[in-house]
T-cell receptor, first 114, second 114 residues
Framework: KAGVTQTPRYLIKTRGQQVTLSCSPI?????VSWYQQTPGQGLQFLFE???????NKGNFPGRFSGRQFSNSRSEMNVSTLELGDSALYLC?????????????FGPGTRLLVL | GESVGLHLPTLSVQEGDNSIINCAYS??????FIWYKQESGKGPQFIID?????DKRQGQRVTVLLNKTVKHLSLQIAATQPGDSAVYFC?????????????FGQGTTLQVKP
């Protein structure tokens, strides 16, 4: 069974631009969570989607948004990029309830904002 | 507040020795804990998990111990190998109503000396 896949793997943007990252969960998994990883803040929860609905959200500004499609694939969008948005963005999937099931992570998308 | 911390940022061990990585958590309502391993350039990889109704769980060469009295979690790796070199994160689910929200510690870098 294929793991969680994320595209693109690397991205360079400039301040003020917007970016869209994509995540395909493990087949059969319907919950998708997103995390931001930086050296200073570590791994921080962004949001979680299930059945095309956002169920939980972390403490990030409204510039960070996401969505989930009927096939459980998910995208996250960051608008008006800032230098501090440079990070590794990780997607994780689980069957349905990540509070009770293992979350499996993808390789991440490394975003550099110049 | 919510936080999961690790006692040491770096642990250096000799190949073949046992490794013990420690983690303290602050939310007594957390009932699910996970250890992840992250190698350079990759996403976190699930190692082992434990629920609050257990105090010990064993996997292949790994054991997780949970002490709810002092809110402490540890990961023991037997016969540490060079391939175990990575950053290890403990994570908790901070209780009901926080679907998908893993709270991660800062990570411990395990260095295995040949």
């Amino acid at each position: 069974k294929a793991g969680v896949t994320q595209t693109p793997r690397y991205l360079i943007k400039t301040r003020g631009q917007q970016v869209t990252l994509s995540c395909s969960p493990i087949s059969g998994h319907r919950s998708v969570s997103w995390y931001q990883q930086t050296p200073g803040q570590g791994l921080q929860f962004l949001f979680e989607y299930f059945s095309e609905t956002q169920r939980n959200k972390g403490n990030f500004p409204g510039r960070f948004s996401g969505r989930q499609f009927s096939n459980s694939r998910s995208e996250m969008n960051v608008s008006t990029l800032e230098l501090g948005d440079s990070a590794l963005y990780l997607c994780a999937s689980s069957l349905a309830d990540p509070s009770r099931e293992t979350q499996y992570f993808g390789p991440g998308t490394r975003l550099l904002v110049l | 507040g919510e936080s999961v911390g690790l006692h040491l940022p770096t642990l250096s061990v000799q190949e073949g020795d046992n490794s013990i990585i420690n983690c303290a958590y602050s939310n007594s309502a957390s009932d699910y804990f996970i250890w992840y391993k992250q190698e350079s350039g990759k996403g976190p990889q699930f190692i082992i998990d434990i629920r609050s109704n257990m105090d010990k769980r064993q996997g292949q060469r790994v054991t997780v111990l949970l002490n709810k009295t002092v809110k402490h979690l540890s990961l023991q790796i037997a016969a540490t190998q060079p391939g175990d070199s990575a950053v290890y994160f403990c994570a908790e689910i901070p209780g009901s109503g926080n679907t998908g929200k893993l709270i991660f510690g800062q990570g411990t870098t395990l260095q295995v000396k040949p």
